[in-house]
């Protein structure tokens, strides 16, 4: 079983120093354990939900998602002003 990423495992992969960036989901979209579709879904963001994005790996931002470290890729996402 894989081991729970802590805050400074995440930042450590997402360049220290970026600070999390809020997006907003632009329709009902999976966060899935890794970045692709191949990877287990966690859950789903609803339309309009508000989530914190650590970093981007190429089409997929890392977020926080209901206490656990997901993926969601980054079309279904627009960051907020």
């Known amino acids: 079983m894989a081991s729970k990423q802590t805050l400074s495992d995440i930042v450590t992969d997402c360049f220290k120093g970026q600070l999390l960036t809020k997006y907003v989901a632009k329709s009902p979209v999976y966060v899935r354990k890794g970045p692709g579709v ?3 879904e966690l859950g789903y963001l609803n339309k309009d ?3 914190d994005v650590f ?3 190429g089409e997929w931002c890392k977020v926080q ?3 656990h470290i ?3 890729n980054k ?3 627009q960051k907020l002003s």
């Open 75 to 77: 079309l279904y996402l």
């Open 49 to 51: 939900e508000v989530v």
């Open 70 to 72: 997901g993926y969601v």
């Open 55 to 57: 970093c981007t790996t």
């Open 65 to 67: 998602f209901h206490h």
């Open 38 to 40: 191949s990877y287990e």
